[in-house]
């Protein structure tokens, strides 16, 4: 599994929706996830990159476990969701800072179609608040928004997830391009 993890996080990386150190990837297996260690180079997983832990409840190895564990438990307890991909996406963060709401509407055909909203939540990094405030936006939702922190995306894959946080950039750059212009 960690070789699909690593597939991914460099895809982020080169793709630069994430800085390397930072952002963190989860899939889960049965009752245990498997995720990114803190402070992991996601384009450079391997095998020790990686831990396992269990959803429900805490074990020995959270302390070495992304910070973002909390959230992504919180995640896997409250929706469908098989993968988590957590990334800072630079046209995502940005637009949470400049949004007057709690969502964006994507301007785009494909955002439109796809994405139809999305939302924006709030919580300091690994806090039960924005576990919480992510398992809401994402009982409904593909991918949402960490406010000044990033987008958060699910599915029943990392390829699923992968493709939510592209469109997720993609529809919050056109939209902060189009606004740019405007002025």
Not at 44 to 50: D, G, H, L, P, Q
Not at 61 to 76: F, K
Not at 136 to 152: K, N, P, R, V, W
Request: net charge negative.
């Amino acid at each position: 599994m960690w070789q699909e993890m690593a597939k991914y996080g460099k895809k982020l990386v080169d793709h630069g929706l994430v800085e390397s150190n930072f952002g963190n990837i989860s899939v889960r297996i049965a009752d245990k996830m498997i995720i990114t260690r803190s402070g992991a180079a996601l384009d450079e997983i391997t095998e020790n990159s990686v831990v396992e832990v269990p959803i429900e409840g805490t074990s020995e190895l959270d302390r070495i476990a992304s910070t973002e564990t909390i959230v992504h438990r919180a995640i896997y307890n409250n929706t469908p969701a098989l993968a988590i991909l957590h990334a800072h996406c630079p046209y995502s963060v940005t637009q949470t800072l400049i949004a007057d709401s709690d969502s964006i509407i994507p301007l785009d055909s494909e955002g439109i179609h796809f994405l139809h909203e999305i939302p924006i939540f709030k919580g300091m990094m690994g806090t039960g608040e924005l576990a919480e405030a992510a398992a809401e936006a994402l009982s409904d939702h593909q991918g949402a928004i960490a406010y000044s922190h990033g987008t958060f995306a699910v599915g029943k894959t990392l390829a699923d997830a992968y493709i939510i946080t592209t469109q997720i950039e993609h529809s919050c750059r056109i939209k902060y391009l189009v606004d740019l212009a405007k002025k």
